[in-house]
Each structure stands twice: as C-alpha cells, then as structure tokens.
C-alpha cells in the first residue's frame, strides 16, 4: 500500500513533451499503473494522467488535450496501452489512429465482433448469462473444430456509473459505495480509498491501524484464493478440491465476520482508521481458525497437486508468456504466474509492510497449474505472515483518526494489492476542497484481455478453467 | 488413495444440522431499536445513512435499503441503534422490511400454500445477477457448499431458464442487463415467481440515484421473497425460503 500526492499542476507539461517523457520513462524501466482522462474547465479539453511506478516510487505525467483530438495511438506499439487508450476513446472521444481495436469499454453502442472465414470454421456465442451463479460478460470464440482461433470479451452489462456517484456525496462517507465496486475484494479498494483520501486531508494513520488494515487484507486474500481454488477444482470435476477449499473458504470469511461483522470485509476499514476489532478473545479463535487451515490445506493441496488428473488438466493449458504478460502490462496473480514480479506490497510498501515483509511468489509456466500453484503458494505466505504481524499484535483494535477538510487542487494516487492484483484509486479535488474526479481501477480492467490471449489455440472446452484460473471481475471492469 | 482418504478424514462432518438455530458469530444482521428517548431535534443517523433507509418519529429502519454499515449505530447519541447476529430476516412482503422500535424479531415469512403445494419438494432457481458486485453471488454460491447445503431441501441453482422454476434477482438492475432478464424471464415456464436477493435489487441499494439502472422489471413483477443483506447471509436466504415453502428441516 502507497500514496503520491502531488500538486498536479507541477507535473503538467505540453502535450508534445508529456508523449515524448512518458515514452523515456517506459523506456528506462518505468511501469505503467494507469492512464486515465478527467473533464477540464474548459469543456472543449481532456485532461489525461498517466501514473507511473518506478523504483518503489509512484509518479505522475499529465497534459491536457483539445477535443476531439487526433494523434497516433501509443498501443500501436506498447500494447499495454490498449484497455485505457479504448477507455479515453469512449469517454472522451479522443481519435486515436493505428489502434488496432477501439471495441467499447463498457457502452452498449454497437461494435461489430471480429469474424473467421473458412470451410470448417464456426463460432460460439455464450453469455451476457451464464451457466452458474456468477456475473454477466459476453464471450464470443471463433473456432476451427474444437480449437479456439480467438476469443472476443465484451463487457459493460454491469456497468452501475460507480465513478459518477462517488463524486456525489463527501468525499469521506463513500467508504460502503467504494466497498461494493468489486465486492469480492471490498477491503483493497476500501484501504485503496481512506489511503488516498488521507493522503488529501493530510492525515496519517495509526500504526495499528495500519496493521489492522493488512491483517484484512491477507484474511480476504486467503478466504477468495481459496474460492478460486475450489472453482478451478469443481471446473475439473475434482470435487474433493471443490468441497475441501470451499469449506475452508468459510473458515477464512468467517474469521473477517468475527472482526469486523461482515463475511466480506465490509466495514474493516475506515477514513482515519479501522473499525474491525481484534480483542484478545476474537484473537483466539482466528489464531484457531488460521492453524485449522494451515493444517488441512497441508494435507488438500498435495492431493490436488498431486493428482495425475489435475496435472493433466491444468499444465500446459492457458498459457501467457511473460513476454505476452509484460506487453500488455498484466498485473497481480496472473502476472505473477507468468514469471512477472509485481506486488505492490513488496514494490510500493507502506509502513507495515516495510515491517513486517510479504515474500513476494513467483511461477514461471504461465498456464492455469501456474496461477493455481501461485494462490497455493500465496496463501501459505499470507497465512505466514498473519502469524508474525499476530504475535506482535495481540489485540488490534485501533481508534479512528478524524479526517477533515482535503487540499485543494490535489491529486492523490493510492495503490494496494488486492488478491486480484493492484487497485488504483486517484482522488483529485478542486480549489474548494471537493472531489472533482474520482478513478478507480480494478486490476481485471487490464486482465481481461489476458484471458482471451490465454484461449488461443486451446480447446473451447478449456474455456471454463482458464476463465476460473483468472477469476476476474466484471464489475470491477464495468464500474 | 491414502491421501484421498486423509482429506476424507479432515474433511468431517461440515453441514450445519439445523439452520434455524444456527448463530453467526460476530455477523452483524438483525438491527435493535430501542426504547431509549431520542435527544430533542436529534437527526444525527440520518445524514449518515448511505442508503437513506432509516425513518424518524418513530425510528425505523428499512432493511430492504439498510447495508448493514453500522454508520447510523456510531452516530447515535444515545446508543439507540444496535445490530444482533439475528439473521431470520426475509421478508414475503415489501413492508415486512421495515424495522420498528421495540418490534423484536421481524414477523416470520408466512407460508405461502400455493408455492408449497407446488415447490415445496423441489424448487430450481436461477440466478441472474444484473449489476450485483460478487458479493450476492458468491452468498448465494455459498447456499449450494458442503456447510449450508441448501440441496439437501430439494432447492437447487440449474443452468436453464427452462429448467427453473424462479429467478434470483442481484444487483441494482443495469440498463445493459435489462434485455437478458427479460430474456431469461420469458423462458421460465409458468407458474414461476421472483426472489429479490439483497439491498441492491430490493430498492436500488447504493446505486438507487445512479442513472444506468432500468428498474422496470420489478416494476411489473413483484417478488415473492425479499432477502435483505449487503450481501445476505446465505442463511437469511435458505431459511426464508424454507419458511415460505412451509420445509420444516
């Protein structure tokens, strides 16, 4: 977890020179986080920012661009760019010549699919409503036989207008709306939020509160790793994974619940501090909890691991390549499967993290038995560590600080690793103090295509458990 | 083989024998109202209130709105407001949400005779989720697990319209979804009847002002069970079914 704060006017340039640095600090090692547009005063301009992290430091570039405006799209050759460049095309018209795919965000304005010609090609249409209980998303394969040629993701049925509301109410009681953008990992954009909202008002955090925050964190980690853990094994029909990982999903849930009232973390964190509460009685039964799942995933994960069938399902199949995974600026587990050290919890530690370290899990192959074996692997860190940060803690309860009146013409950038990867929140307010523009980033918005690439020459019937293997939002996507 | 069995050994018995007497630890559900006196001219839960589900004069607490953030209880002079793990709160009709002072438990869902003699031997849902955050869905995947296992009560999630008998309704309803609802609920075969799961498609929830909702759906169709919760327990949910379906357990 880690905030900038800056006067943005300071890292304002012309357009020329904002293109020209941005391309020499990707160049010299930077990695993208974000790039998103704001409206500006003048409504026949854009203002675009983009947030860089190099070093263990964020940084900002920003210039503002007259609409409509036209200039070659910078994914034509750093692909990473394509999910926002499409993002500021739909929102803000920008034209954006030589990009390869300007498919809609998140409208429903019509955009034509790609299609496959051939004698023994076809496609399959599935969704906006799938099989089981899960969200809706459109996926279009184009086949020859049983092979995928392509899949094509669409997106935008959930699309609530997040952004637009967050700016309707104070800035510091958005903590419920913020908790429900990606209500599988309410907790990384909650501490996503209060941590840039601080940043704005000023206002450091108790060291407890801090720590309370990441104890949340890692409990919801554990608790949706397991989830997709049981997903993937049910997707394989291994069912002893299925029933095993899902019981012991409800383990890690109802450890949060004890803490803070909520199976999903609503409520743990807070502006100025944490509401969750971890007296020494609660303390027990989540130490408890936590030595019940470090000894039966002890003895689930080598069964599944172990299993001839699980290996033959899950090597080899979905792959991204590191070098596909760094073009396109993947992040989080999916990164990490690919050989890809992003963490921001190592990469951009606040201060409990820079305490109390998080060893970073890295697999090389790419595939679903990569993106499996790294959620095993991270849950048995975060249960690790849980048991440090705990001893030193042995009752957290830490008392809020009051978060006042936010600097004005202030841009904050806060970023936190959630289970799915890194979510970015970007608070800016106006010469009042109030919010004028809100973006939020969930790390499946730069996911998603990762997943169609993952698809190609694999067998559609491969479908499921790469899509599990991924287990992205879609709400997170839409907003 | 041998280690197929240890997981069969950890595994253990996992299912919750009877749902009705099951007590969340530490689940803030159910809120309390009580008799203590408001200060004079005290409005301080209501700016408070995300959802705006909150009444006064008489306090009144709308758990079809309510997500169950505690703001209003920290807000509270007089400590007026509090939240139990009670979590028998389903509701048949819109007003059964409604929570008033000194009321106790919210009257229970009233056993609709027609339902039972249809359902209530087998009840196949489908879900469909239209704007919901994963949070409702992954409650209501939580319903069908080894520890709450709804299926023992012949109620059961299928892949089908055509094969179920209600749908389960999540999220605010967003206007993109509207068509594939309307889709889905036209190939249910009758008789058929609506579930509103959680605050989000009981009122709208957070996202009620949000101008991408297209409501309309429940504007013709009125649920049969309402299941209040940001997101539900899943035993909000089981139990209020197996109330409406007269299922003894």
């Known amino acids: 977890m880690s905030a900038l704060v800056v006067d943005p006017a300071e890292h304002t340039c012309r357009k020329e020179a904002f293109f020209e640095r941005l391309r020499a600090q990707l160049s010299e090692g930077a990695r993208l986080v974000g790039y998103y547009g704001r409206p500006a005063d003048d409504s026949g301009q854009v203002v675009i920012t983009a947030v860089l992290s190099a070093n263990g430091k964020l940084s900002v570039l920003r210039t503002g661009l007259s609409r409509p405006h036209s200039h070659r799209a910078l994914s034509a050759e750093l692909p990473a760019f394509q999910i926002f460049e499409r993002e500021l095309h739909e929102q803000y018209g920008l034209r954006l010549h030589e990009h390869p795919w300007l498919k809609p965000v998140r409208s429903d304005a019509p955009y034509p699919f790609y299609s496959l010609k051939g004698k023994e090609v076809h496609e399959v249409a599935v969704g906006p409503i799938h099989a089981g209980v899960i969200e809706p998303g459109h996926f279009r394969f184009m086949c020859l036989g049983e092979v995928v040629h392509h899949l094509e993701i669409q997106l935008g049925y959930q699309h609530r207008g997040v952004e637009a509301l967050l700016l309707k109410k104070d800035p510091r009681a958005l903590g419920p709306l913020v908790e429900t953008i990606a209500g599988d990992t309410s907790v990384a954009h909650a501490w996503a939020y209060c941590e840039a909202l601080e940043a704005l008002a000023g206002v450091t955090t108790s060291f407890e509160a801090q720590v309370s925050r990441a104890i949340g964190l890692e409990l919801e980690r554990i608790a949706m790793h397991l989830a997709s853990l049981a997903g993937m094994a049910t997707d394989i029909a291994f069912l002893q994974g299925g029933t095993t990982y899902g019981r012991l999903r409800t383990t890690a849930i109802n450890s949060s619940m004890l803490a803070c009232g909520s199976r999903f973390g609503r409520g743990w964190v807070r502006p100025g501090g944490a509401w969750a509460k971890l007296e020494s009685g609660q303390q027990a039964t989540l130490r408890a909890n936590l030595k019940l799942l470090k000894d039966d995933l002890a003895i689930i994960n080598p069964h599944l691991l172990g299993a001839r069938s699980v290996q033959h399902r899950l090597k080899g199949i979905g792959r991204v390549t590191r070098e596909q995974a760094i073009e396109l600026g993947i992040v989080g587990v999916a990164a990490r499967a690919s050989g890809i050290e992003v963490d921001a919890r190592a990469d951009l530690p606040g201060p409990v993290h820079l305490r109390y370290g998080i060893r970073g899990v890295i697999e090389n192959s790419g595939d679903c038995w990569a993106r499996a074996v790294v959620r095993i692997r991270e849950i048995d860190e975060s249960l690790r560590w849980l048991e440090e940060v705990l001893d030193a803690f042995p009752t957290c309860s830490p008392d809020a600080a009051r978060v006042g009146a936010l600097k004005p013409d202030t841009l904050a950038v806060a970023v936190c690793e959630g289970w799915r990867g890194e979510v970015v929140h970007c608070l800016e307010t106006d010469a009042a103090g109030g919010l004028r523009h809100y973006k939020v980033q969930d790390p499946s918005l730069r996911n998603w295509f990762a997943l169609a690439l993952s698809l190609r020459e694999n067998e559609i019937s491969d479908f499921p458990i790469c899509n599990k293997s991924f287990d992205l939002s879609y709400c997170g996507n839409d907003l | ?249």
């Open chain 2, 1 to 249: 083989m041998f280690s197929s069995l240890k997981v069969r050994i950890s595994q253990g018995r996992q299912y919750i024998v009877d749902l009705r007497k099951a007590s969340p630890a530490g689940f803030r559900g159910l809120p309390v109202i009580r008799a203590t006196a408001c200060e004079a001219g005290c409005t301080a839960c209501l700016p408070v209130c995300p959802t705006g589900a909150i009444a006064l004069d008489p306090v009144r607490i709308d758990l079809g709105r309510c997500t169950f953030c505690r703001e209003c209880e920290l807000a509270c002079p007089v400590n007026k407001i509090g939240f139990t793990n009670g979590f028998k709160m389903a509701s048949d009709t819109r007003e059964g949400l409604v929570v008033r002072e000194g009321a106790g438990e919210p009257s229970p869902v009233k056993v609709s005779q027609g339902l039972k003699q249809l359902f209530g031997r087998s009840l196949k849902l489908r879900s469909v989720s239209s704007g919901g955050c994963n949070g409702c869905e992954l409650e209501l995947n939580a319903a069908s697990n080894v520890n709450f296992d709804m299926s023992r009560y012949g109620i059961d999630f299928v892949a089908s319209p055509r094969h179920a008998d209600a749908v389960v309704i999540s999220g605010p309803l967003t206007k993109h979804m509207h068509e594939a609802l309307e889709r889905a609920w036209l190939g249910l075969p009758d008789p058929k009847f609506v579930i509103s799961f959680g605050a989000c498609a009981i009122s709208g929830g957070l996202y009620a002002d949000s101008p991408e909702l297209d409501r309309g759906f429940l504007g013709r169709f009125t649920p049969s069970l309402y299941v209040p919760g940001c997101p539900p327990h899943p035993l909000t949910f089981i139990v209020g079914l197996m109330d409406l379906l007269g299922i003894q357990g």
